[in-house]
C-alpha cells in the first residue's frame, strides 16, 4: 500500500473566509500529515488563505461559486460542480463548514454513502431578526442533517443547540473547541494612530457583532472615563453596517474616541490586543470566536454579551464578565469595574491564559479532532 492510499483523505467544503478560513487553514496545519490529506473547495469571488499541510507543502484546492446570499440557479450549479469533485476525489470523509458550505456539500454529497461532517460555527437561523427567515433557515438545517451527515460543533453551546433545537441525535454529535496556535506577539508594522491606553475588539459591523450596542456603551463609559478609547478591527470587506456605526460614532461625539482599523495582518491584531487593557465583546451570536480565544491567549479579561460561544470563553466573575441582552448599563459598569481595579484584570487576564492553555491551545486539542475523523471515516 502507498502512503496516499494509507492516508485517510478529507474534502473540505467552505465560504473559507474570515473565521471559517482560518478553522480550515488550523486544521490542515496541525493534523498529521503521515495519517491525513486535506483537500480544499473554497470560494472564487476573492482571495483566501494559502492552505498549507504540517510540513509546509501545499495543499490541492478547487474553487467554486458559493454565493453568500440563496440563489437556486448558481447553487444548483455548485452542488452539480461539487459532486463532480466528490466522485474524482473519493475521500473517506467529507468535511462542510458554515451554512452555505453546509447546504452546498451535503446536497452533493447525498446518495454517495460517504460520511459528511457540518460544522455550523454559528447555526445560520442566529443570522437573521426576521421570524420567517429564521423559520426557513431552521428548517432547511433540520431537513439537511438527515443526509448522512453528524454535527461536529465548535463549541458546547453550539453542540447543545444542535442536539436541542435542530435535532441532531446526541451519537450523531460530536465536540472540537475551536482552537489556536500560542501566539507569540511581534511589533506593530503599521502606523498607530490611536492613544497608550484603550480596551478593543475584532468584528466586521454586522447584524452578528452587533457594534451599535458597543458604541452606545462607549458612550456610557465616556461620561465617567472621559478619555476611554475604543480600537475596532476587521472593519473592511462586507460591512452592511459601517454607516450606522459611523453615524452613531458621530451622533454621540465619539470621534476621538474610536478608532476603526480595516483587515490587518494577524501580528498587528495580536500586538492591538495584547496591549489593550481588555477585549469586549457585544455579539448576538457567535459559534466559538476566534478572537476571543486570542484574547484568552494572550492573558486579556473580557467583557461580552451571554451568547453562544461566548459564554464558553468568558466564565463570569472569573475572566471577565458576561452581560444579559442588549444591557448597556450593565456592560458600561463591568467594562468600568476592570479599568478601575488592576489587581482584579491582572487576575481575570491570568485566569484567561490558564483556560485557553486547558481547552483552546491547539498543539494539545488536535489528537482530539484526529480521533473524531479517524472515527467517522468510510471505507475505501
Known amino acids: ?65 458559493i454565493p453568500r446570499e440563496i440563489n437556486p440557479a448558481a447553487d444548483l450549479k455548485a452542488v452539480i460542480r461539487m459532486r463532480k469533485i466528490i466522485k474524482r476525489e473519493n475521500p473517506q470523509i467529507i468535511h462542510v463548514h458554515s451554512a452555505k458550505g453546509g447546504v452546498i456539500g451535503r446536497l452533493a454529497a447525498w446518495g454517495t454513502g460517504i460520511p459528511v461532517l457540518y460544522t455550523p460555527n454559528a447555526f445560520s437561523y442566529l443570522s437573521t431578526p426576521n421570524p420567517f427567515k429564521r423559520f426557513v433557515f ?8 438527515e443526509f448522512n451527515s453528524k454535527l461536529l460543533a465548535s463549541s458546547p453551546s453550539e453542540l447543545e443547540r444542535g442536539v436541542k433545537e435542530v435535532g441532531f441525535k446526541k451519537e450523531k454529535a460530536f465536540l472540537y473547541n475551536n482552537s489556536i496556535e500560542p501566539i507569540e506577539v511581534a511589533g506593530l508594522t503599521m502606523p498607530r494612530t490611536w492613544p497608550d491606553k484603550y480596551i478593543c475588539t475584532v468584528g466586521r459591523p454586522s447584524y452578528q457583532k452587533r457594534l451599535d450596542m458597543m458604541i452606545k456603551v462607549l458612550a456610557a463609559l465616556k461620561k465617567e472615563w472621559p478619555d476611554i478609547h475604543l480600537v475596532v478591527m476587521g472593519v473592511g470587506f ?129 489528537g482530539l479532532l484526529e480521533n473524531i475523523y479517524l472515527k467517522n471515516r468510510g471505507g475505501k
Open 238 to 366: 462586507y460591512s452592511p453596517e459601517l454607516d450606522r456605526v459611523k453615524q452613531l460614532i458621530k451622533k454621540y461625539g465619539l470621534k476621538s474616541n474610536v478608532t476603526l482599523l480595516e483587515w490587518t495582518d494577524k501580528e498587528n491584531v495580536h500586538y492591538i490586543i495584547s496591549n489593550a487593557r481588555l477585549y469586549i465583546s457585544t455579539a448576538r451570536y457567535e459559534g466559538l470566536p476566534f478572537s476571543v480565544i486570542e484574547a484568552l491567549a494572550l492573558g486579556k479579561p473580557v467583557v461580552a454579551t451571554r451568547v453562544d460561544g461566548n459564554k464558553d470563553l468568558v466564565i463570569d466573575g472569573y475572566n471577565g464578565y458576561l452581560v444579559e441582552g442588549e444591557n448597556i448599563s450593565e456592560m458600561k459598569n463591568k467594562v468600568l469595574e476592570i479599568l478601575q481595579n488592576q489587581a482584579l484584570a491582572e487576575t481575570f487576564g491570568l485566569r484567561s491564559e490558564q483556560l485557553f492553555e486547558e481547552n483552546y491551545n491547539i498543539l494539545k486539542t488536535i
Open 138 to 145: 431552521l428548517s432547511i438545517e433540520r431537513i439537511l442533517k
Open 1 to 65: 500500500m502507498n502512503e496516499t492510499a494509507s492516508k485517510t483523505k478529507i474534502l473540505h467544503v467552505a465560504r473559507a473566509a474570515g473565521g471559517i478560513g482560518v478553522y480550515i487553514d488550523l486544521i490542515t496545519r496541525y493534523t498529521n500529515d503521515l495519517k491525513f490529506e486535506h483537500i480544499v473547495v473554497h470560494e472564487d469571488d476573492y482571495e483566501t488563505i494559502s492552505f498549507k499541510n504540517k510540513s509546509g507543502n501545499p495543499i490541492r484546492t478547487y474553487k467554486l461559486n
